[in-house]
C-alpha cells in the first residue's frame, strides 16, 4: 500500500498546498479552515463544508477531482 494512503483525505490535500493551480488551491482553502473535516474521509461532508464557504463549482469540481485521485491512491 503506497505510503499516502496512510493518510487521511485533509492530510493528502493540504500535502499540495504548494503547488500552483486548483489542487494547490483547494489545498490551500483546505488548509485555512479550522472546521474542515478531518476524520474518516466523507466526500459529501467536504463537498457541504466547501459549499458552506461559499465555494463556486470551479471549487467543488477540483474537490471532486482530488477525490478521485486521493481514492486512486495518486
Known sequence: MDHQQ???FRAWLVSY?????P???LARTVLDDPD???GPADLEKCR???LARG???G???SLEEAWDRYRRGR
Open 17 to 21: 498546498a504548494q503547488i500552483h493551480g
Open 6 to 8: 496512510h493518510k487521511n
Open 23 to 25: 489542487l494547490g488551491d
Open 48 to 50: 457541504s463544508r466547501l
Open 55 to 57: 465555494a463556486d463549482t
Open 36 to 38: 474542515w473535516p478531518e
Open 59 to 61: 471549487a467543488v469540481d
